[in-house]
C-alpha cells in the first residue's frame, strides 16, 4: 500500500514517475504480444505520440524527448530543460507541441530537430495539449488552467473553466467540440472551440486521468481514488451523460491513460503493467497483460496507429510495442 499511495501522489504532483518494483528488462509476464523495445534511458516516460508508422515522439522526465524514425527500433535523445514533458502532440509531420512544469510549451517546426520556447502567460503545471489542427490548439493544467492558441502557439490566452481543479487531459474530436477531464471527477465540454466550457456530471468522486472518444458521441474517461481503485466511464450522447462502465474488484488497478483506435477497440493502462483491452465498445473489459509479481512497472500513456500497431510508456525508460492488436 505504501509503494501505491507514493505511486498515486508523485502522479498528481505532477511527476513524470511511477513507482517500480522491477527493472527494465525483456521479460513480460503475460502471454499478450506486447514486447518491450530498448529506450536507452532508464528514465520515467509519460507520453507518446506517431505521426506515422515510423516516426514517433516520447516526452518523459528531466526534459527528456525521445524521437524514432524505425517504428520504435532505435530512438535518439534530446534534453530540453529540467521537467517532465508530460504530454506530445503533432498536428502535422514536422510542427509539433509539448507541455510541462512552469508553464513551459515547447514547438517544433522541423519534426523534432529543433525546439523553441513559447509564451505561455502562466507558471502552472501544463498536463496536456491538443491541436485540430496547425493553428488552433488548446493546453490544460493545473488550477483549472486553461490556454488557447489560433496562430500556431505564437500567442497563447487562457479561457475561463470555472474550476481551480487540476485539469489533466483535453481531447477534441472536431474543431469546435472538445473534453477536459480532471481531479474529483471533473468533466467539461466545449461547442464553440474551446472559447467556453461547460461542466458535465461525471456522478463519481475518483480523479480522472485520461479522456478518448471512439467517435463523435460515445466517449471514455478513466482514473482512479486514493486507494488505487481504478474506474473507466463512458457516454453515448457526446458527454451529456456518464455512466460506470467499468471498475475492478481489487484496489491496485488504476489507470492514468485510454485509447480508442476504432470504435469498438480499445485499451487503458495504468498500476502495475496493466493493460485493459475492449473489443466491443466497452460492453466488456479483459486484462490483456499483467505485470504483477515479476515487472510492475507503472504505465503512463498509450496510443495506437490503427487497430494492430501500439505503443504504451511507462517508468523506467519502459516502452512497449505490440503489432497484433495485443492478441
Not at 206 to 231: E, K, R
Not at 234 to 245: H, I, Q, S, V
Request: aromatic share 12%; proline share 1%; glycine share 14%.
Amino acid at each position: 500500500m505504501a509503494i501505491l499511495l507514493t505511486s498515486l501522489l508523485l502522479f498528481a504532483m505532477g511527476g513524470c514517475e511511477k513507482e517500480s518494483n522491477g527493472d527494465n528488462s525483456d521479460n513480460d509476464s503475460s502471454t499478450s504480444q506486447w514486447n518491450y523495445l530498448s529506450s536507452g534511458t532508464s528514465s520515467s516516460l509519460a507520453s507518446v505520440y506517431f505521426v506515422n508508422a515510423d516516426t514517433g515522439y516520447v516526452g518523459g522526465d528531466a526534459g527528456l524527448i525521445l524521437k524514432t524514425t524505425d517504428g520504435g527500433t532505435t530512438w535518439t535523445s534530446q534534453t530540453i530543460g529540467y521537467y517532465c514533458f508530460r504530454s506530445i502532440y503533432f498536428p502535422t509531420a514536422n510542427i509539433g507541441y509539448a507541455v510541462s512544469h512552469g508553464g513551459t510549451i515547447i514547438k517544433t517546426t522541423d519534426g523534432g530537430t529543433t525546439w523553441t520556447s513559447q509564451t505561455s502567460g502562466t507558471t502552472s503545471v501544463l498536463r496536456s495539449v491538443y491541436f485540430v489542427d496547425a493553428n488552433m490548439g488548446v493546453a490544460v493544467g493545473n488550477g483549472g488552467i486553461i490556454l488557447k492558441t489560433t496562430d500556431g502557439g505564437t500567442t497563447w490566452t487562457s479561457q475561463t473553466s470555472g474550476t481551480t481543479n487540476d485539469l489533466y487531459t483535453v481531447k477534441f474530436t472536431d474543431a469546435n467540440t472538445g473534453y477536459v477531464v480532471g481531479t474529483t471527477s471533473i468533466i467539461m465540454k466545449t461547442a464553440d472551440g474551446g472559447e467556453t466550457w461547460i461542466s458535465q456530471t461525471g456522478n463519481t468522486s475518483y480523479d480522472l486521468y485520461s479522456v478518448c472518444f471512439a467517435d463523435a458521441n460515445t466517449g471514455f474517461a478513466v482514473g482512479g481514488n486514493n486507494s488505487g481503485v481504478g474506474i473507466i466511464l463512458k457516454t453515448e450522447d457526446a458527454g451529456t451523460n456518464w455512466t460506470l462502465n467499468w471498475t475492478p474488484t481489487t484496489n491496485d488497478m488504476y489507470f492514468y491513460s485510454i485509447y480508442f483506435p476504432t470504435t469498438t477497440t480499445g485499451y487503458a493502462v495504468g498500476l502495475y503493467g496493466r493493460i485493459l483491452k475492449t473489443n466491443d465498445g466497452g460492453a466488456n473489459w479483459s486484462i490483456q497483460r499483467d505485470a504483477v509479481g515479476e515487472d510492475s512497472e507503472n504505465l503512463s500513456a498509450v496510443y495506437f496507429l490503427n487497430s494492430n500497431i501500439g505503443y504504451v510508456v511507462g517508468n523506467s525508460g519502459h516502452i512497449l510495442k505490440t503489432t497484433t492488436g495485443g492478441e
